[in-house]
Each structure stands twice: as structure tokens, then as C-alpha cells.
């Protein structure tokens, strides 16, 4: 198989506090993972392409020292929302590559809720 | 530019066969995904092509046509579980996958 969780699965806070989302590979050694963001009714937006040991590649318009990324070991990584705002407030969603035999099939996490207030 | 197109709601019968067609234009191509999406949850995989034609996997089939970026995905037998939003989202020259915005997929009795 090729499972992702994350964790946690919602996650309420404050304006101004800063929430950390773990992505985890559990039966497989992730080379690449991916970071979206989903607004109700829209298309998955990718924020950042993230890479085991070195920094992650942000999209356009998307600002990395307000979501950081770290990526420690092939099998987590982590998006930490910094000084949240309401309007950060979306449906988070890590995805996850297995290697260059599974010809790129992103496999994704179940996703996480955020609320801000 | 890059962009999908693909009709934003669809509805079919229980039991039923449905086809759901993708247009597309992206900057190179690697191949094409399927991904199935249930209200308030996150994608599954469905299906890859990356060359043309047929593949069949169960209940679900999908077509490529790279000449003329054009896709389907075929549901057959429809089940009341099928109803979802269906993604399609070809992948550019840069490996990144291009997302639209699916099509929501309603099954009736």
C-alpha cells in the first residue's frame, strides 16, 4: 500500500498562535512530498514541493517564512502556519511520492482542518 | 497557459455508466491522473495513462488521447458510494500536477 497520515486531522487556534501539521509516510520512504491548501468548493492549490534534506520550493504567492516547511526523514514533513489569521483558514492537505517506480502517483493524507479565530 | 476543463456537475442512476471527459492544456505532459475526492475529505488515486488509450481497472476505466488532450474517466454500476467530485489533473513538463476544479458527480436511486 501506500499510506499517508496526518496529524492532526482539525485543529482550532487563535489569531496570532502558530499551528504545526506532521505528514507522515507509513509504509513507504517518501522522495518527494507535497503541500495543498483547499478552499470550500475550489480546486486544490499546491503551496510547496518539499524534498528530505534540503529547503522546499514555494509556489508563487506563497509566503515562506509565514508556512514553514521542514522535511527531517523521507518519512515526515511538517507545515507550520505562523502567526495564523482567520483567512488561513482552509483544508490543509499533504501528498506524498513513493519513488520513481510508482511513476509520481501522489498518494495524500486524509487532511487537516484548520480554523482560525 | 496551462488549464483543465471539465464539466462542473454531473448526474446519473444507480446501476448506470457514466463518462466523465477532461480537456487539457499544460506545458509538456507526463501523464494524466484521476483522482477521486468525497465532500470534506482528501483525494484518492484512481488511475494513471500516460500513453494512449484504454485502461480498465474494475469498475473504473480511463482513456487518454495525447493528440488531442482529451480524457475520460468511465464509471461502470454505478453505487451510491460514487458520488464525489472526480479530478482530473495532468502533469506538466515540470512534474507538477495541473488541478482544476473536478467534476461533482451526484448518483441517484
Known amino acids: 500500500g501506500a499510506v499517508v497520515s496526518q496529524h492532526p486531522s482539525w485543529v482550532i487556534c487563535k489569531s496570532g498562535t502558530s499551528v504545526k501539521i506532521e505528514c507522515r509516510s507509513l509504509?513507504?520512504?517518501?522522495?518527494?512530498m507535497f503541500w495543498y491548501r483547499q478552499f470550500p468548493k475550489q480546486s486544490l492549490m499546491l503551496m510547496a514541493t518539499?524534498?528530505?534534506?534540503?529547503?522546499?520550493?514555494?509556489e508563487q504567492g506563497v509566503e515562506k517564512d509565514k508556512f514553514l516547511i521542514n522535511h527531517a526523514s523521507l518519512t515526515l514533513s511538517t507545515l507550520t502556519v505562523t502567526s495564523a489569521h482567520p483567512e488561513d483558514s482552509s483544508f490543509y492537505i499533504c501528498?506524498?511520492?513513493?519513488?520513481?517506480?510508482?511513476?509520481?502517483?501522489?498518494?495524500f493524507g486524509p487532511g487537516t482542518r484548520l480554523t482560525v479565530l | 497557459g496551462q488549464n483543465i476543463d471539465q464539466p462542473t456537475e454531473m448526474t446519473a442512476t444507480e446501476g448506470a455508466i457514466v463518462q466523465i471527459n477532461c480537456t487539457y492544456q499544460?506545458?509538456?505532459?507526463?501523464?494524466l491522473f484521476w483522482y477521486q475526492q468525497h465532500a470534506g475529505e482528501a483525494p484518492t488515486f484512481l488511475s494513471y495513462?500516460?500513453l494512449d488509450g484504454l485502461e480498465e481497472k474494475g469498475r473504473f476505466s480511463s482513456f487518454l488521447s495525447r493528440s488531442k488532450g482529451y480524457s475520460y474517466l468511465l464509471l461502470k454500476e454505478l453505487q451510491m458510494k460514487d458520488s464525489a467530485s472526480y479530478l482530473c489533473?495532468?502533469?506538466?513538463?515540470?512534474?507538477?500536477?495541473?488541478w482544476g476544479a473536478g467534476t461533482k458527480l451526484i448518483i441517484k436511486p
Open positions: 501528498s506524498a511520492i513513493r519513488g520513481l517506480a510508482d511513476t509520481d502517483t501522489q498518494y
Open positions: 509504509d513507504f520512504q517518501a522522495t518527494t
Open positions: 518539499s524534498n528530505e534534506g534540503s529547503k522546499a520550493t514555494y
Open positions: 499544460t506545458s509538456g505532459f507526463n501523464g
Open positions: 495513462n500516460v
Open positions: 489533473a495532468p502533469m506538466d513538463s515540470n512534474y507538477q500536477l495541473i
